[in-house]
């Protein structure tokens, strides 16, 4: 259905090579999962497929591309619309009409479809995407699943051969993921449409995926069978990465073969249970909210939380889009809306929000650095070291723009790190970043923490929190409903507990590190 | 059948444009304050009663007290500097004396009652016309208008619709980049250069935040198949674009010549022949335009709303006034239409244009109610 022979492609400012022999064919209706770590060019490969790269990004391409048993390399990208159905990560920014039903029609309507054909269509993808009851509903009031729904509807309704989608979670919370990518694996058994997915939550399709695709840095490609590319990609799931340690064969997919696998161990774990690092010790309490209410107009985002943060620890932030996270921790810097309670604390509070580009306005990092010196008052080169501190290698001379996601956190972070707050709290930071840059700013909030700070970030990251974080707050409709340290609050939750928590449980271990020192 | 008839759907948006625009000429046609209050509360009735629960529905009220305000303005701008004067002095301001240049100018002073009251009656009429087309544009979701335009003029359309989307995701990233900016310890602007810095910390992100996402959108059409029905030439281009901005310069001379009674040039039938000829070079210029650029368009439409019995008693309840009142200007009695101020005489209707106000009334309760989107249960699936 999709071949790739010999594709190699490079922007034309640059000699550097983004696909470098690409070389693969994926049959019809398989899904093939795409992956590897961010700025690999898994977008690039999967632009290829419809010709948006290079018609719309530049660039040199060389290669033959064939979809559909056409050759694509003379065809623009909208003569290519009835074959490949293509959707991008953003799907509010990919909107062109403004109610659900016309966005599902606005494709059809482009193709010359005839009208009754084009109304049966819509409601049969109503149906098929469960959004029958949002069809006059405007796209900016619907939630980001269901906005990625619309946005996946819209590209089936005309029927393409092939679905292409580039990492259509990475905006949404998991609960909203979930559903996105349920979707995807129904439509893939009931359709056979072809789909080329690239998706960081690779675990929730992994078992669904007949084959993947894996984009090295150095910009060549392996296809192959899941288990077989798995077991040396540099990025895994960490239930994959338990199965590689503990020698488990077959490598355990899904958390039912992960737990089958496990059971010996479970059972000696029973007699004999084996001892469990204790949380970290905090200091004295450095800031405390007493009944902490925000209240926008028809909406209560915080409904009076008590909350104290120690010294030297690392809060996880957790809950559903829209359950109030961002609002507390706007409260608690000081900064945002506070309707009623109190933030008390003698020290200074950073916060790092959730589009951390909005705070980079000047031309290169080292005018930010520079500009950080100057509002602090602290001698010139100060935040330069200390932005040097969290990524060696970034480029002074570079604009902020151009930046990758963790290198502008890490901007953000340098210049208030420059003003020594003692209280820091990061706003989703893991969105967009891959496991590399995750590791990086785990690393990071390490040794803020170990310099007596209190970090908070806001997250749905599970694997994150577990790995970085000794407590964890889960908050549901602006109110706590759980507050403890990690290991309790994320082992006994269903929602929240790690690929290696649901394989271990009932014993609380939550890192593929713990399990393995525990069997030992 | 009549069931049937009354079902709720939203009426073709020409139709309820065509009434407006037909109440509104009817409204230009004459200064009596009853028969223009008379219009503004039957227009008001069938806003009220027909209009959906999109965004633009509810705009009317806003073009209500645009009209107020006109109003007040043009009896205000009477106190302050007279035109128009009667004998009825109601109260003598002191009048600014002003030099002599600006002779024929007059600053407060006496006001009379003549005075006043012609600014009324003018503001009325202006502010009626205004409501008219307010009504419009609540009664018909002005994007169904663009999308009942012949396909020549998609591309237009297109624009506004994308233009429309994007004004609300500026305001989003401004609110964004403001509230982020809290942040920052940013110092008291004091020199010139700090608060040049402080604009450019906002409008550098939103901007740029503004042209990443018309990049994706951009994308996004084209992945979509938009653009793929055929493109025409250059020549084509130019030819369409040239012969519809002559057709529309064509139509606003006639315009022109419309209002400013009485018409200039032979008349024959009681018809103006250059404005005849106007009117019918302007129509001709931009069909042919539309046919030139239409031809290429292989494009359809979802939903198309249809021209039934409903739209046509709505255009007649439009235009059966304006006839009533053209009739009344022309055989009847002209000052019905037009109270003469001076001598004073209290305005009156008489039974014709009554009746030509209860028909106009009429589309609030003969048509099809409007199809609400939060109305009804959740649907059930089809299959």
Redesign the interface.
Same mark, same amino acid.
């Given at each position: 259905m999709i071949r790739f022979d010999d594709v190699t492609f490079r922007y034309a400012s640059n000699d550097l090579f983004r696909l470098d022999g690409v070389g693969f064919t994926i049959e019809e209706g398989e899904l093939c999962l795409v992956i590897g770590p961010t700025g690999s060019g898994k977008s690039t490969l999967l632009g290829c497929v419809?010709n948006?790269v290079p018609l719309?990004t530049g660039g040199v391409r060389t290669g033959r591309i064939t979809v559909d048993d056409r050759d694509t390399t003379l065809l623009?990208?909208?003569?290519l619309?009835?074959t490949?159905?293509?959707v991008?990560q953003?799907p509010?920014?990919?909107?062109?009409?403004?109610?659900v039903?016309?966005e599902l029609?606005?494709?059809?309507?482009?193709?010359?479809?005839?009208?009754a054909e084009?109304?049966r269509r819509?409601?049969?993808t109503l149906?098929l995407l469960g959004i029958?009851?949002l069809?006059?509903?405007p796209l900016?009031s619907l939630s980001g699943g269901q906005q990625q729904r619309v946005a996946i509807g819209?590209?089936l309704a005309?029927s393409p051969r092939v679905l292409v989608l580039d990492e259509p979670t990475s905006a949404l919370d998991p609960i909203a993921a979930e559903e996105v990518l349920a979707l995807i694996s129904r439509l893939v058994r009931d359709l056979g449409t072809t789909v080329l997915l690239a998706e960081h939550r690779m675990e929730r399709v992994i078992e669904f995926a007949d084959s993947v695709l894996l984009v090295h840095p150095d910009a060549t490609v392996r296809h192959g069978p899941v288990r077989d590319v798995l077991r040396d990609a540099p990025i895994q799931p960490p239930l994959v990465e338990l199965g590689l340690g503990q020698g488990w064969d077959p490598l355990p997919l899904t958390i039912r073969e992960g737990r089958r696998l496990a059971a010996l161990q479970r059972r000696r774990w029973q007699d004999d249970p084996p001892a469990l690092p204790a949380p970290p010790a905090a200091g004295e309490t450095i800031l405390r909210a007493e009944g902490v209410v925000v209240e926008y107009p028809g909406v209560v985002a915080v409904r009076g939380v008590d909350l104290a943060l120690r010294e030297g620890e690392v809060t996880a932030l957790m809950g559903r889009n829209g359950c109030g996270k961002s609002s507390l921790l706007?409260a608690l810097?000081g900064?945002?809306r506070t309707s009623a309670g109190r933030v008390t604390t003698a020290r200074r509070v950073?916060?790092v929000?959730q589009?951390a580009?909005?705070?980079?306005?000047l031309a290169s990092v080292r005018a930010e650095c520079e500009a950080g010196d100057v509002?602090?008052g602290a001698p010139g080169g100060t935040t330069e070291a200390l932005l040097r501190n969290l990524v060696p290698t970034i480029d002074l001379d570079a604009h902020p723009?151009d930046l990758s996601e963790g290198q502008k956190i890490a901007v953000v972070l340098a210049v208030e790190l420059v003003?020594d707050p003692e209280v820091v709290l990061l706003d989703e930071p893991t969105r967009g970043l891959d496991y590399a840059a995750k590791a990086v700013l785990g690393d990071t909030i390490a040794r803020m923490a170990a310099e007596g700070r209190s970090v908070v970030i806001a997250t749905h990251d599970v694997e994150m929190a577990a790995r970085s974080c000794s407590r964890v707050v889960v908050m549901a409709e602006g109110e706590v409903v759980s507050d403890g340290p990690a290991r309790e609050v994320l082992a006994s939750s269903q929602l929240l507990a790690t690929q290696v928590a649901k394989v271990a449980n009932p014993l609380p271990l939550l890192t593929v590190e713990e399990y393995e020192r525990a069997a030992r | 059948m009549t069931r049937r008839y009354f079902l709720p759907r939203p009426l073709h948006p020409f139709a309820w444009w065509g009434y407006a625009i037909a109440l509104a000429v009817t409204a230009g046609a004459t200064s009596n304050p009853l028969l223009l209050l008379a219009i503004v509360a039957v227009v008001t009735l069938v806003t009220i009663a027909r209009r959906g629960d999109n965004p633009w529905a509810k705009g009317f009220k806003l073009y209500l007290w645009l009209g107020l305000f006109v109003v007040a303005f043009r009896v205000a701008f009477r106190v302050v500097f007279g035109g128009g004067d009667g004998p009825t002095i109601l109260f003598t301001l002191p009048e600014v004396p002003l030099p002599e240049f600006v002779r024929g100018v007059r600053l407060l002073g006496p006001v009379s009652l003549e005075s006043l009251l012609y600014g009324l009656y003018d503001g009325l009429r202006l502010a009626t016309m205004i409501i008219c087309v307010g009504a419009a544009n609540s009664l018909a979701n002005p994007?169904r208008l663009l999308a009942a335009l012949p396909s020549a003029l998609y591309e237009l359309g297109?624009i506004l619709?994308?233009s429309?989307?994007v004004f609300?995701?500026l305001g989003d990233s401004f609110t964004?980049?403001l509230?982020?900016?809290?942040? @920052? +310890?940013? =110092?008291e602007a004091r020199t010139r250069r700090q608060r040049l810095g402080v604009v450019?910390?906002i409008i550098?992100?939103v901007l740029?935040d503004a042209l990443?996402?018309s990049v994706?959108?951009?994308?996004?059409?084209?992945?979509?198949?938009?653009?793929?029905?055929g493109v025409a030439t250059a020549r084509e281009r130019a030819l369409s674009s040239g012969a519809g901005l002559a057709g529309v310069a064509v139509l606003a001379v006639w315009s022109y010549f419309l209002l400013a009674r009485p018409g200039i040039g032979p008349t024959v039938l009681r018809t103006n022949l250059v404005e005849l000829g106007l009117l019918l070079v302007g129509i001709g210029l931009i069909v042919l335009a539309m046919r030139v650029i239409g031809r290429h368009v @292989? +494009?359809? =439409?979802?939903?198309?709303d249809r021209w039934r019995v409903a739209e046509t008693l709505t255009l007649v309840c439009g235009l059966v006034p304006a006839a009533i009142v053209e009739y009344v200007r022309s055989y009847g009695d002209p000052s019905v239409l037009h109270p003469s101020i001076t001598p004073l005489v209290w305005p009156a209707l008489d039974p014709l244009l009554l009746a030509a106000v209860a028909v106009a009334a009429l589309p609030a309760f003969i048509t099809p109610p409007p199809?609400l989107?939060?109305a009804g249960p959740?649907?059930?699936?089809?299959?």
């Open positions: 419809n948006l719309f623009p990208t909208r003569e619309a009835t490949v159905g293509y991008g953003d509010l920014a990919g909107f062109v009409t403004d109610t039903e016309e029609a606005y494709s059809m309507e482009q193709l010359g479809f005839p009208e084009m109304r819509v409601e049969e149906d029958a009851d069809r006059r509903r900016r819209s590209v005309s706007w810097q900064a945002g950073s916060l929000p589009t580009s909005d705070l980079l306005y509002a602090a723009r003003g | 994007k297109t619709v994308v429309f989307s609300p995701q964004r980049v509230r982020v900016r809290r942040l @920052r +310890r940013s =110092r450019e910390t550098v992100p740029s990443e996402r994706a959108l951009a994308a996004s059409m084209e992945v979509r198949g938009y653009g793929r029905g @292989r +494009r359809t =439409r979802y939903r198309r199809a989107s939060t959740a649907l059930e699936g089809l299959s």
